[in-house]
């Protein structure tokens, strides 16, 4: 009995993961204070970073204003898996939007639009296996990706100070 009680827990603890992710779930923010930074210098070491970070600062910015202090771009990041579960999702994408809103002293990370993306693929038990790209819909890779995400204002603020020491080369 206790045999039976232990397998009908795991089963319905390894069910919470695929809880359905709703469209307010898949939009998140973050506001990180950047003390002794203007938002002229906050908006400019956001636009470097985002140009460091990912292919194309001109691809990826879709919107920026510099007076209002707002960036919006489109990013995407691979898939932050570990283990075993990297066998299976070694080449799924996540698509995102990252809208940056600057004030003096601070920033806010908003991260909406979040897709999962992956190839088609081909094994000899399952066949040809088409290719996907839409929301995230389980709970558990909102999981996996949320934290990367919104350690990219902890990425950004260390990165603001950077370039000061590099003006006399």
Known sequence: MKLFFGMISLFLAG???LQPVTDADRTF???????GYSKEQIFNGT??????????AKAVLEYENKDAGTLIGNG?????CSGLECIAKADWKVPFTMRVDIKD?????TFSNLHLSWPPSYNRTY???????????????LDAVRPVLLKFG????ASFGKDKGKSDW
């Open 127 to 141: 066949g040809a296996q088409p290719g996907h790209d839409g929301p995230i819909r389980t709970k558990s890779d």
């Open 76 to 80: 995407i990041i691979s898939y932050p």
């Open 47 to 56: 636009k470097i970073w985002i140009a460091e970070n990912f292919k194309s």
């Open 15 to 17: 069910c919470a993961g």
């Open 29 to 35: 923010e973050r506001v990180v204070e950047a003390p």
């Open 154 to 157: 902890d990425q950004l603020l």
């Open 105 to 109: 002293q601070k920033f806010r990370l």
